[in-house]
């Protein structure tokens, strides 16, 4: 449920702007600025007015007050930003499929009217927010107006993904989504409008963490590659790439740990193990990698080879003769045996997976 009650009654019907071209309409329906307006001085710029329909929907502005539109007016809205050519039937059809024309012509005026009623104290607001002509209509963006919607889809659209201008652009837009499309509302009409935005997220995500993955700033890859996973968790290859990235910030348990999430997912949603390349990835970063430099230690400080305590008798787990006592060495053998326990049950794991698909070589 959206916040805020309707202002004006029902019978009003929305009154028709003068007479201006279909591309007048179009062009007045699709103009706004990238960014959000900044603060104007009192008598010098008007208050900027931003709406806000990634997430919950939002509309700010001094001009507007505190008070939000109701739901129908906050659709219609939605509705004129994101097609730029609208007509009545349009507009009708897609809001009430179901009912006579006359009657939702009568409902669609009432919202129209509901809209401009609600702008009324905004410069170039009242009549002047939706500009019609004949059967044709669009909500007019152009400043001092705001639309998150309008200037996400400017910069996610452009190419150029090597450019740090472009870059910074990017990474302004993806914080503009808040949340899905006019959270809240499952309007049939809305559903493949909200899952455009959505893929359209996701390749700027996808860009900015493979940009920062490039420049070799794993950490902001990273972070980008979790929005990823918050948006669609059972990409398998974004758990591998935010492993890997991991490794390469020489954290191997961060990248085990992001291993078993992505286990657990995978069992509690689809009741399937990870892919074999997940699976060997995961044993491959389990190697005992430091088990070889552990034994040289060990056998240095038998008396073996290499170097031996530089004082004997410390309170370091060594004898007086600078050798490591017995629970040491029982200890390191304890975490060699888990170390190998836990290599074993990953090559088993991705061993498992293989044979599944049919890939047993045997």
């Given at each position: 449920m959206y916040h805020g009650a309707a202002t004006g009654g029902r019978n009003h019907v929305e009154t028709r702007g003068t007479s201006r071209t279909t591309a007048t309409i179009e062009r007045l329906g699709t103009e706004t600025s990238e960014d959000p307006p900044p603060q104007g001085d009192a008598g010098i710029a008007p208050d900027p007015v931003t709406i806000r329909l990634l997430g919950l929907p939002e509309i700010s502005g001094r001009a507007v007050g505190p008070e939000q539109p109701s739901p129908v007016v906050f659709h219609l809205l939605a509705y004129l930003l994101i097609n730029a050519s609208n007509t009545r039937t349009s507009v009708c059809t897609a809001f009430w499929p179901d009912a006579a024309e006359r009657q939702a012509r009568r409902r669609?005026?009432?919202a129209v009217w509901r809209l401009r009623k609600y702008f009324e104290a905004v410069p170039c607001g009242g009549d002047r927010v939706v500009v019609t002509s004949g059967d044709r209509l669009a909500f007019r963006a152009n400043p001092p107006f705001w639309a998150d919607i309008t200037a996400f889809d400017a910069i996610v659209g452009r190419a150029g993904d090597d450019d740090p201008?472009?870059?910074?652009?990017?990474?302004?837009?993806?914080?503009?989504?808040?949340g899905d499309l006019l959270e809240g509302c499952?309007?049939?009409?809305?559903?493949?409008?909200?899952?455009?935005?959505?893929?359209r997220l996701i390749t700027g995500l996808e860009r900015l963490a493979d940009w920062h993955h490039r420049r070799g700033n794993p950490e902001r890859a990273i972070h980008y590659g979790l929005r990823l996973l918050d948006l669609d968790p059972l990409r398998e290859s974004i758990h591998r790439a935010i492993m890997q990235l991991h490794i390469e910030r020489g954290e191997p348990t961060e990248a085990i740990r992001q291993f078993e999430r992505c286990r657990q997912i995978l069992d509690d949603e689809l009741g399937a193990p990870p892919m074999p390349e997940t699976l060997l990835l995961a044993a491959r970063i389990r190697q005992p990698l430091d088990l070889g430099s552990r034994f040289d230690e060990l056998t240095a400080n038998l008396g073996l080879g290499g170097r031996r305590p530089d004082a004997p008798g410390a309170d370091d787990g060594t004898t007086p003769d600078g050798r490591p006592d017995a629970a040491e060495i029982i200890q390191c053998l304890r975490q060699a045996r888990d170390q190998a326990s836990a290599l074993s049950q990953s090559l088993a794991d991705a061993l498992d997976a293989l044979e599944r698909l049919g890939l047993d070589s045997r």
């Open positions: 669609l005026s009432t201008d472009d870059v910074a652009d990017l990474e302004r837009a993806v914080e503009w989504y808040r499952y309007e049939e009409w809305l559903l493949p409008d909200r899952e455009r935005y959505r893929q």
